[in-house]
């Protein structure tokens, strides 16, 4: 079994950055793929980035690529998602998810889910 815990959601203005952690207990971390998601208020959850268990292996959606970086550090047992340029319409509760073997890139993949960590970013 994995716990994942977020941190790092707050609010933040238009163009700013944040940087959210998920760090897990239970398992090591490199032993499974992480995605991270968010979901906006009146919105389904949506894939924003992950990262895969084996190598170095990243999916980003669209609408973040080359402005969100996700990243892990194994010594800490922690992965990173570092937000840039940050628009209103990346507000939402971002939540980490694991999956033991390929990076979950929809709801029904993952296979746990962290608390969430909200993000708002204000214009």
């Known amino acids: 079994q994995v716990q994942l815990v977020e941190s790092g959601g707050g609010l933040v203005p238009t163009g700013g950055s944040l940087r959210l952690s998920c760090t897990a207990s239970?398992?090591?971390?490199?032993?499974?793929?992480v995605g991270w998601f968010r979901q906006a208020p009146g919105k389904e959850r949506e894939f924003v980035a992950g990262?895969?268990?084996?190598?170095?292996?990243?999916v980003y959606s669209e609408t973040v690529k080359s402005r969100f970086t996700v990243s892990r550090d194994n010594a800490k047992n922690t992965v990173y998602l570092q937000m840039n340029r940050l628009q209103p319409e990346d507000t939402g509760i971002y939540y980490c998810?694991?999956?033991?073997?390929?990076?979950?890139?929809?709801?029904?993949?993952?296979?746990?889910w962290g608390q969430g960590t909200e993000v708002t970013v204000s214009s």
């Open positions: 998810a694991s999956h033991t073997d390929l990076v979950p890139t929809t709801v029904a993949r993952v296979e746990y």
């Open positions: 239970g398992r090591t971390v490199s032993t499974f793929a």
């Open positions: 990262l895969g268990r084996d190598g170095p292996t990243f």
